[in-house]
């Protein structure tokens, strides 16, 4: 429409597109089909595919789906037990921490799921607290290790000793006494 309501009028019309030919085109079909046709497939050659089963996980618990020939390698890197990709990694991170030592490294990683699942889960509060405990502990530590210069040495910023509001409240009275 146009800006007051009026009507355009043009001079364009609409056509229809002209139709394509389809001489032009012609229907493919594929020669694996013709080769399959001509072969029975030997069910025989073909590879078993193995089937998929819940495992879970001895740390976290948490249930993957996997081959057996999956869980018989996991089970075979981590002691003869089954743990997850997550788990898995953590395990690794462990082992580069202790110095490549596996058996110690699962048993810190398993200590840390146990106790996670039974107590963190259950109180998440308490586990908030601990952590703010903890934090607070490596702040302290970092505080007392450096040295505390006595005042001797003067730094830059501000320092307040008392709240500005009386301050503020003298200027105001002085403005409103001469104003």
Same mark, same amino acid.
């Given at each position: 429409?146009?800006?007051?309501?009026?009507?355009?009028?043009?001079?364009?019309?609409?056509?229809?597109?002209?139709?394509?030919?389809?001489?032009?085109?012609?229907?493919?079909?594929?020669?694996?089909?013709?080769?399959?046709?001509?072969?029975?497939?030997?069910?025989?050659?073909?590879?078993?595919?193995?089937?998929?089963?819940?495992?879970?996980?001895?740390?976290?618990?948490?249930?993957?789906?996997?081959?057996?020939?999956?869980?018989?390698?996991?089970?075979?890197?981590? %002691?003869? #037990?089954?743990?997850?990709?997550?788990? &898995?990694?953590?395990?690794?991170?462990?082992?580069? !921490?202790? $110095? *490549?030592?596996?058996?110690?490294?699962?048993?810190?990683?398993?200590?840390?799921?146990?106790?996670?699942?039974?107590?963190?889960?259950?109180?998440?509060?308490?586990?908030?607290?601990?952590?703010?405990?903890?934090? %607070?502990? #490596?702040?302290?530590?970092?505080?007392? &290790?450096?040295?505390?210069?006595?005042?001797?040495? !003067?730094? $830059? *910023?501000?320092?307040?000793?008392?709240?500005?509001?009386?301050?503020?409240?003298?200027?105001?009275?002085?403005?409103?006494?001469?104003?």
């Amino acid at each position: 429409m146009a800006p007051h309501g009026d009507t355009i009028v043009s001079s364009y019309t609409f056509t229809k597109p002209p139709r394509l030919s389809s001489d032009g085109l012609k229907r493919t079909v594929s020669d694996m089909s013709f080769e399959f046709a001509k072969e029975a497939i030997d069910i025989k050659s073909l590879n078993t595919i193995s089937e998929v089963v819940d495992a879970k996980c001895e740390c976290c618990g948490m249930v993957e789906e996997c081959t057996p020939e999956y869980m018989e390698k996991v089970n075979s890197r981590f %002691l003869g #037990k089954w743990i997850c990709g997550l788990c &898995s990694e953590a395990v690794k991170v462990e082992m580069e !921490k202790n $110095g *490549g030592n596996k058996e110690e490294a699962m048993s810190s990683h398993m200590t840390t799921c146990v106790r996670f699942n039974k107590l963190d889960r259950a109180y998440p509060v308490l586990c908030q607290a601990e952590a703010m405990r903890n934090m %607070l502990k #490596k702040t302290r530590l970092r505080a007392t &290790s450096f040295p505390r210069d006595n005042g001797l040495t !003067k730094k $830059g *910023g501000i320092t307040r000793s008392s709240s500005c509001i009386p301050a503020i409240t003298k200027d105001i009275n002085i403005v409103s006494t001469t104003g």
